[in-house]
Nanobody, 117 residues
Framework: QVEVVESGGGWVQPGGSLRLSCVVSTNIFSTYDMGWYRQAPGKQRELVAAITGGGRDHYGDSVTGRFAITRDNAKNTVWLNMNDLKPEDTATYYC???????????WGQGTQVTVSS
């Protein structure tokens, strides 16, 4: 079983920044595609950002230019740097580790991000 653990959420004022971290317990982390998703109350879970094992990234339309996803395969870690945060970014953020060839699709427990003044 692969364990996915997020950290780094919290409260921030509009315009502020936060950095989320996600550590994955596997010996083949570099082969996993990683993603950050978020879910606000009453809304569906949506993709925020994703990055392949080779480092190719893509972003949801609402965060492009403000958020950045990075990974360090030697540390089994992926980060989500969030800048210019807006109240509409308030949500529970989830880390996802996926490897289709093994049928793996693992989620973390989520970390809360609240943006308000």
């Amino acid at each position: 079983q692969v364990e996915v653990v997020e950290s780094g959420g919290g409260w921030v004022q509009p315009g502020g920044s936060l950095r989320l971290s996600c550590v994955v317990s596997t010996n083949i982390f570099s082969t996993y595609d990683m993603g950050w998703y978020r879910q606000a109350p009453g809304k569906q879970r949506e993709l925020v950002a994703a990055i392949t094992g080779g480092g190719r990234d893509h972003y949801g339309d609402s965060v492009t230019g403000r958020f950045a996803i990075t990974r360090d395969n030697a540390k089994n870690t992926v980060w989500l740097n969030m800048n210019d945060l807006k109240p509409e970014d308030t949500a529970t953020y989830y880390c996802n580790a996926r490897k289709f060839s093994l049928g793996h699709d693992f989620w973390g427990q989520g970390t809360q991000v609240t943006v308000s003044s």
